[in-house]
């Protein structure tokens, strides 16, 4: 395994469903990052932890709910979604959180579609 | 606050030639890092180059080279002997000292290599 993965690629969901995304980084990072992507819009930032705790929460709905075991796996819970939550979910990771020459390593997210 | 501004949404590029991707960003901070990210549509944001304010050189990678023009704010992405597999989204990024924690991207531009 190599860099950032995340499981599953596709999610397809109903807005009563409840369901996980999973990020797993193996280059010995210790910062991960949630990142949300919409058709035409630049990426948002969504969640930061830093060392399995959570240093930013960029005003996301509480239907999100983050979780960090370790340094290096990352989940995103999802429960009761909208419509509008359709979209590409990447997770990162870098080596350390607070420096500006930090370079944030992405998985392949993962493409969720609310319906 | 951060900004960074790419304002060509699609270019178009005969392969094998050379191509510059425009990239402009606005920060008050004196120390802070430039970054390209190339996502095909698969969806992977992949990492290409890195530049440091403080850097006296330009950065190289490969074909990519950053032409980093400090008193203008520029910060451009120069693709040498494009190939076919380079057609894309690049995303510009920054990231500030003084917000490490937040990596701001431009709104992209669609790399088009015609063959």
């Known amino acids: 395994e190599t860099g950032v993965t995340q499981t599953p690629r596709h999610l397809v969901m109903g807005m009563t469903n409840k369901k996980s995304l999973k990020c797993e980084q193996h280059?010995?990072?210790?910062?991960m990052y949630w990142y949300k992507q919409s058709a035409k819009k630049p990426l948002e930032l969504m969640f930061v932890?830093?060392?399995?705790?959570?240093?930013e929460n960029n005003s996301v709905p509480s239907r999100f709910s983050p979780e960090c075991p370790n340094s290096s796996h990352l989940f995103l819970h999802l429960h009761t979604l909208q419509p509008e939550d359709s979209a590409l979910y990447l997770c990162?990771?870098?080596?350390?959180?607070?420096?500006?020459?930090?370079?944030?390593?992405f998985g392949p997210g993962t493409r969720l579609t609310v319906l | 606050a951060q900004k960074i501004t790419q304002t060509q949404p699609g270019m178009f590029v005969q392969e094998k030639e050379a191509v510059t991707l425009d990239c402009t960003y606005d920060?008050?901070?004196?120390?802070?890092?430039l970054f390209w990210y190339k996502q095909p549509s698969s969806g992977e944001m992949i990492f290409l180059i890195y530049?440091?304010?403080?850097?006296?050189q330009n950065a190289t990678e490969g074909r990519y080279s950053l032409n980093f023009q400090k008193a203008r704010k520029s910060a451009n992405l120069v693709i040498s002997a494009s190939q076919l597999g380079d057609s894309a989204m690049y995303f510009c990024?920054?990231?500030?000292?003084?917000?490490?924690?937040?990596?701001?991207f431009g709104s992209g531009t669609q790399l088009t290599v015609l063959p």
């Open positions: 990162a990771s870098s080596q350390q959180l607070a420096a500006s020459t930090d370079t944030q390593y």
């Open positions: 280059l010995g990072h210790n910062a």
């Open positions: 932890y830093n060392f399995k705790e959570q240093t």
């Open positions: 920060t008050s901070d004196p120390s802070y890092g």
């Open positions: 530049q440091g304010s403080y850097d006296q």
């Open positions: 990024a920054m990231r500030a000292a003084s917000s490490a924690r937040q990596l701001t």
